[in-house]
């Protein structure tokens, strides 16, 4: 009669385990990256959005708009992450009217505010933030 309610007992705490798995699975949603997009040239010599937040794992996508050629460049100065600025920049001119680039932002960026600008623009106003949440 042990042996029955002790394989009862067992039987009914893996069906527990197996349940609370399951519905872990079913019920729970994993964190999507998104994708973000940022005119450059929007209206004139500007960033549309000028500041757009984002989540590590996410990518920005710069479009060129009006008035090309434009570029992203981060400040490492005016950043949280100097090495990430540098790596997140696209020295490469677009000049194109709808010609695209991404930025990813890797899962580990560190949270913070991060100026870019373009660089043939910035004295214009040109300049934008990205921050990281």
Same mark, same amino acid.
């Given at each position: 009669?042990?042996?029955? %309610?002790?394989?009862? +007992?067992? /039987?009914?705490?893996?069906?527990? /385990?197996?349940?609370? &798995?399951?519905? %872990?699975?079913?019920?729970?949603?994993?964190? =999507?990256?998104? @994708?973000?997009?940022?005119?450059?040239?929007?209206?004139?010599?500007?960033?549309?959005?000028?500041? /757009? !937040?984002v989540k590590p794992?996410?990518?920005?996508?710069?479009? @060129?708009?009006?008035?090309?050629?434009? @570029? /992203?460049?981060? @400040?490492? $100065?005016?950043?949280? #992450?100097?090495?990430?600025?540098?790596?997140?920049?696209?020295?490469?001119? !677009?000049?194109?009217?709808?010609?695209?680039? #991404? &930025?990813?932002?890797? $899962? #580990?960026? +560190?949270?913070?505010?991060?100026?870019?600008?373009? &660089?043939?623009?910035?004295? $214009?106003?040109?300049?934008?933030?990205?921050?990281? =949440?």
């Amino acid at each position: 009669m042990r042996f029955i %309610s002790s394989l009862s +007992k067992s /039987v009914a705490l893996l069906a527990s /385990v197996v349940m609370l &798995v399951i519905s %872990s699975l079913v019920f729970s949603h994993p964190a =999507e990256a998104a @994708n973000h997009t940022v005119t450059m040239g929007a209206g004139g010599l500007q960033f549309s959005p000028k500041k /757009v !937040a984002v989540k590590p794992g996410d990518t920005v996508t710069f479009k @060129n708009g009006m008035l090309p050629p434009h @570029n /992203v460049m981060f @400040n490492p $100065a005016k950043s949280p #992450d100097s090495e990430l600025s540098k790596s997140l920049s696209h020295k490469e001119m !677009a000049s194109k009217a709808g010609e695209s680039f #991404d &930025v990813n932002i890797p $899962a #580990d960026a +560190k949270v913070g505010d991060y100026e870019f600008f373009c &660089v043939p623009h910035r004295g $214009a106003g040109m300049v934008g933030h990205m921050v990281v =949440e």
